[in-house]
């Protein structure tokens, strides 16, 4: 296969994260609004170029008063930093599938290197509309205070309200641009 430009299907896809919530819980949350560009031959990432534009604003953790709160100059500071940003630098193949994306992810106007670890889970031709689409999920950790997130709040039994580590899962599909 060539390299061909794939756009980030968002219908079929899901940029997500986890955090601990008082020392004792997780919290999921999800971004809905994003987008997407990989331009690369799928079975081989290695020279790829990928970019994503998440919308800070269309944070979700099924939550409305918490959603407000990390829309806030607290937390993302939508008014002022609408996006998070990602940019692949460096892409280094682990295995057969598997991948080290790395790149520029900047959230809140911080920009810091992210390696995402990527499994490229398969190639398939949509039956309703005959597009080809490339399947990828991924994860990686994040300090959130390293990107200018830094409130929090201290729990009476001990600790904080919001752990400083942010697990991002990411499971996206890939339709080819004609």
């Keep these: 296969m060539t390299k061909a430009i794939w756009n980030v299907d968002k219908v079929h896809s899901v940029v997500g994260f986890t955090v601990k919530h008082m020392m004792i819980s997780n ?4 971004f809905n609004d994003f987008e997407g560009t990989v331009e690369t031959d799928p079975k081989d990432l290695t020279d790829a170029s ?3 534009k998440i919308d800070a604003s269309s944070v979700d953790t099924r939550m ?6 990390l829309r806030s ?3 993302f500071d939508v008014e002022n930093h ?3 940003l990602f940019k692949a630098t460096d892409i280094k193949k682990k295995s057969e ?3 080290d994306v790395t790149g520029d992810f900047t959230i809140r106007g911080t920009t810091k290197p992210v390696t995402f670890d990527i499994t490229f889970e398969g190639i398939a031709k949509d039956p309703m509309s005959g597009d080809e689409a490339a399947g990828f999920t991924g994860s990686t950790k994040i300090n959130r205070k390293d990107f200018g997130l830094t409130w929090n709040a201290a729990v009476e039994t001990g600790g ?3 752990s400083d580590e942010v697990k991002i899962n990411i ?5 080819k641009q004609d």
């Design 97 to 99: 599938d598997r991948y």
């Design 64 to 69: 409305q008063d918490r959603d407000g709160h």
């Design 160 to 162: 904080f309200v919001v």
């Design 50 to 52: 990928i970019e994503f």
């Design 73 to 75: 100059a607290d937390f």
């Design 82 to 84: 609408p996006h998070l």
């Design 171 to 175: 499971e996206v599909q890939l339709r």
């Design 27 to 30: 919290v999921k949350g999800t």
